[in-house]
Every structure is written in structure tokens, then in C-alpha cells.
């Protein structure tokens, strides 16, 4: 632990300097990134949810979710995921809420793990064995924009080559603003958009109000994602990332007149793809690291040993629930809604604007990432989780401490000094060594100046530095200004907050002193 603290404190030290020596900052930067990805084994994983052992199929088809550490069967006796259930309920109905964290935090975070973290879910007839099955595209490829599919993306196109409209996405305006076209007409999908995948728990929101489904159906974008309408702070990410999109496109047709649309469209993708990227690598991944702000600099992944093919894994669709950082009420336009009024109302976006909603996000704080804090809509989710992960028969959550160069715990005191999660987790599981990935996840203390715990800290950084600056878009022969065009080029180089992106994309009327962020303005460092 003294080692530790005294290594974080050498490196915020040479940081300072390697501010004014950009050579030395670029050298730290590659020996933080690569001390963090560096604490467990690289890819390609010898296991995945198709077999309990390594077979060719396990190493080679994608349809089936890796895994980090082999499947290992659960004791007899186990605690029912209804009583685990306790560990994340919050008490006297009181949540606690973030030191660090804005809302937009876990917007983000939702964002961008629903684009590439794709757990299949079973249709009628089909067993509960294909929750270990996942759609993805295994890349951070923006398919909530752009969708997953050839057969989506082409329906989201306008397709035009007349002056004006080359390379664009469909797009309609709305009091001045630009947003995605709506996905129904008089209640009926559009048939343009009928290779869409369908919006997950449409059907199930609009039961829960009956008297206002008309409305809220009415206000569902067509998507290139089927979470992307989930809740208005995801589609208003998504309706940034369309704006961005179509400003390129038209820079791009301006600077090239001579390209078609197809040239111009692919251009911008590619532009936009790796904005999202430098956005999650400097402001997200460096707001959860109590360390140091981390760079986007694709050199270091190009001769690194971690630079292998991506395939998301089974634990990391697991530690990425992270519903208590959900508030049970937030905030739009002036107006306090419960929770479960936001669920797909896009509307809460439309009425206040995109700038709005952004600085309404940026100025509330999320809820404390841990146990005892889920809000009651989220109970059931949290459940589910804790049958995923032994549906998978993941190793308990001991074993993957030891996997990412982490101690083991003895005893349940080890895991938190929090002495009811102690109390909870003595009288609910047998040993330390039983305890469920999940669960362990969550009941253990966060770290120093982040909003996140030791071991969910440890796999959320390895993953995202190894599949964030392994993409394509970002290799060596491939990340230049020939691939991107000089004012997409421009766009990557001044880019690194998701201020960045807004200030050029909102109406000039609405731009003022507003603060856009994930950390708190008035939060410090402990040290």
C-alpha cells in the first residue's frame, strides 16, 4: 500500500513536469497505460462461454463472449440471488451520492458500453444459455450512431449526391436543432428503418404509463442502437455524435467537391469513431483514474505486446453495471422526475435542447458507485446480474483479485470498512472464497479520488486502454491525415472533452458560461 501511494505520488510529480516537456509526458503517458494493462494476462484468452475449456471454436468464433479466467463450478450452497439482493438495496430509502461524479459520468459509461458490450438476449423457446452468446462488433465502432449492421447503416444514410447533402445521416430539425428522424409515424415503424433492431423494453416503458404512450412512442429516434432511446442523457450523446458527424461531412464535401458520397460518408465515420475514442481515453478513462490525465496517443499500442484483436468478455458485461451510480430522481429542464418517468422519454431532450440537457447532466451529481445505493427500478437488473455471472460459472471474485495482480482477501473485514457490507457478507456467505464475482465487485471500497473500487478499477482500465487504442482507425499506417482529410484531421487534434464537441455543434444563441463535465467543478484530489 506505501509503495503504491509513494509510485502514485512520483508519478502526479513527473506529470507536473512532463507538462512543460512534452517529450517526458509522452514517455509517462506509455509507462502509465502500459503499467495498467500490464497487471494481468493479454489477449487472445484461451477460454470462451462456448466450452469449459479451449476448444477452436472457443478461440475463433465471436458469437460467444471470452472470458478472462476458465469457468469454475459454484459451491452447492450459495446464497439465492434474492438475498444477495440485500447488498445493494439502499437502506432507509436514502442514497448516497457521488464526491466526483457529475450525471453525465454514468451517461457516458452507458454510452459507450452498450455500443460494444452486447449480451444476446433469449427470444421465445430459446434457453437462458444464450445470455453466454453476445452481438457485438467486439470494437468501439459508434454502432449506437451508426448501427451494427451493413443493412442498418445504409438505412440511417441519406445517400445523396446532390451539393450539399453528400455523406450525410438522416437527420430532421426541430426548433432550430438538429436531431435523428423519428423511428414511428401515426404509431407504426417507418418501413425505411425496419432493419433497425427494435428498442429494447419499448414495449415494456410504454405499459408501465398507458396514458401517455402515444407521446413517448412518438418521440423514439430511429437509432443505430437498440439501447440508444433507453433514457434521454444516452440519446442526447448519440444526438451529438449525429450532429458532429454531419458537420464533418459537409467540411469534408467542401474541402474535396470531387469526392461522392460514399467517399465523404466513410470520411466522417472515420472522424468520428476516433473523436469518441480520444473523448473516452482523456476525459472518461482519466476521470476514473486517481492517478494522472491520460492521453490518446495511439503510438504506444503500436509495438506493444497488449495490441491483439478484440473480443469483449463475459466479466466485462458484468462489471459494467453499475446501476447505483443512477440517481433515484433527476433533474431536466427545471422539473424533478423520478427515475422511471425518464425511461424513453426523448421528449425531456427535445423540450430543453441538446446544450441543455448536457449542462443539466454536468450539474447534478450520480449516485456513489457501491453497495447498499441501487434505487428500487433497478432491484430486479441487479439480480439478473447475479444469475449472469453464474449462468457463466465466472471463478468467484477472489480469484480474479489475484488475476489483475491484486491481494487476495482472508477475511470479509479485507474486502471493505464499511461494517455492514462485513456484517452482510459474513452472514451470507459460508467463506471468503464463495463469494460471487458480482457481489464482490461491489461491496468493496472505492478507491482514493475515484468514483470506482480496487478490482472493477484494475479490469475497467485494462479493457478500456487494450480495446480503446487497438482500433484500426488508430494503427500505425492507418492513423494520419490521408485517412481522416485535413479538416477531419484538425477536428481529432483539438478535440479531447466532449465540451469540445458541443460547443461546435449547438445553436450560437444557446452558448454561455455553462459548465459540461463528468467531475464535480468544485472536487479536488486528495493530494
Avoid at 503500436?302 to 466485462?316: C, G, H, S, V, Y
Avoid at 468467484?396 to 487476495?408: A, G, I, N
Avoid at 482514493?448 to 499506417?477: C, G, H, I, K, W
Amino acid at each position: 500500500m506505501i509503495n503504491n501511494k509513494l509510485m502514485t505520488r512520483l508519478l502526479k510529480f513527473l506529470w507536473r513536469i512532463g507538462e512543460s516537456w512534452p517529450w517526458l509526458g509522452r514517455k509517462l503517458n506509455e509507462f502509465a497505460i502500459n503499467r495498467v494493462v500490464n497487471v494481468c494476462r493479454h489477449r487472445p484468452h484461451p477460454w470462451s462461454t462456448v466450452h469449459p475449456y479451449t476448444s477452436w471454436t472457443s478461440l475463433t468464433d465471436q458469437h460467444w463472449s471470452a472470458r478472462h479466467l476458465p469457468p469454475k463450478k459454484q459451491p452447492a450452497q450459495l446464497p439465492s440471488s434474492s438475498e444477495l439482493l440485500g447488498l445493494f438495496r439502499q437502506q432507509d430509502g436514502k442514497q448516497r451520492l457521488s464526491d466526483k461524479s457529475t450525471l453525465l459520468f454514468p451517461a457516458v459509461a452507458q454510452y459507450l458500453t452498450d455500443g460494444f458490450i452486447r449480451t444476446r438476449m433469449p427470444q421465445a423457446g430459446e434457453p437462458e444459455t444464450v445470455r453466454l452468446q453476445n452481438t457485438s462488433n467486439h470494437q468501439i465502432d459508434m454502432c449506437p450512431l451508426y448501427g451494427r449492421l451493413p443493412e442498418q447503416t445504409a438505412a440511417l444514410r441519406l445517400k445523396s449526391e446532390t451539393k450539399g447533402e453528400r455523406g450525410r445521416l438522416k437527420s430532421q430539425f426541430i426548433a432550430r436543432e438538429e436531431f435523428s428522424p423519428f423511428l414511428f409515424d401515426n404509431g407504426k415503424p417507418k418501413q425505411e428503418f425496419a432493419v433497425l433492431d427494435e428498442p429494447l423494453g419499448l414495449e415494456r416503458a410504454l405499459d408501465r404509463v398507458p396514458e401517455r404512450r402515444e407521446e413517448l412512442q412518438a418521440h423514439i429516434f430511429a437509432f443505430g442502437g437498440d439501447r440508444t432511446n433507453a433514457v434521454p442523457q444516452v440519446a442526447m450523446l448519440n444526438t451529438l455524435f449525429l450532429r458532429e458527424h454531419n458537420r464533418l461531412a459537409g467540411e469534408i464535401e467542401r474541402m474535396h467537391p470531387q469526392w461522392d458520397d460514399e467517399r465523404v460518408f466513410q470520411t466522417a465515420r472515420n472522424n468520428v469513431i476516433v473523436i469518441f475514442i480520444k473523448i473516452i481515453v482523456e476525459e472518461y478513462i482519466s476521470h476514473i483514474s486517481p492517478l494522472v490525465p491520460y492521453r490518446a496517443d495511439p503510438s504506444v499500442a503500436w509495438n506493444a505486446p497488449w495490441n491483439k484483436p478484440n473480443w469483449i468478455t463475459t466479466e466485462f458485461s458484468l462489471l459494467y453495471r453499475w446501476h447505483s451510480l443512477v440517481p433515484d430522481a433527476i433533474t431536466w429542464n427545471g422539473h424533478l422526475y423520478l427515475l422511471g418517468e425518464t425511461s424513453m422519454n426523448n421528449k425531456l431532450l427535445l423540450d430543453g435542447g441538446l446544450r441543455r440537457a448536457f449542462a443539466d447532466m454536468s450539474s447534478q451529481r450520480a449516485g456513489r458507485l457501491g453497495p447498499f445505493n441501487t434505487a428500487e427500478f433497478l432491484w430486479e437488473i441487479e439480480t439478473r446480474a447475479i444469475e449472469q455471472g453464474r449462468l457463466a460459472e465466472l471463478a468467484p471474485y477472489t480469484d480474479y483479485r489475484h488475476y489483475v495482480s491484486l491481494e487476495r482477501p482472508q477475511d470479509f473485514a479485507d474486502i471493505s470498512t464499511d461494517p455492514r457490507v462485513v456484517d452482510f457478507l459474513r452472514k451470507t456467505y459460508r467463506r471468503v472464497e464463495d463469494i460471487d464475482f458480482y457481489v464482490g465487485l461491489f461491496a468493496e471500497d472505492l478507491v482514493e479520488d475515484s468514483p470506482l473500487p480496487s478490482l472493477m478499477l484494475r479490469m475497467v482500465a485494462v479493457d478500456a486502454f487494450s480495446q480503446a487504442l487497438t482500433n484500426p482507425l488508430l494503427s500505425q499506417y492507418v492513423y494520419n491525415e490521408e485517412t481522416f482529410s485535413v479538416p477531419g484531421w484538425a477536428a481529432i487534434q483539438s478535440t479531447g472533452t466532449l465540451w469540445d464537441v458541443l460547443d461546435r455543434n449547438a445553436p450560437s444563441d444557446q452558448r454561455g458560461d455553462l459548465y459540461i463535465g463528468l467531475t464535480l467543478p468544485d472536487w479536488m484530489p486528495s493530494s
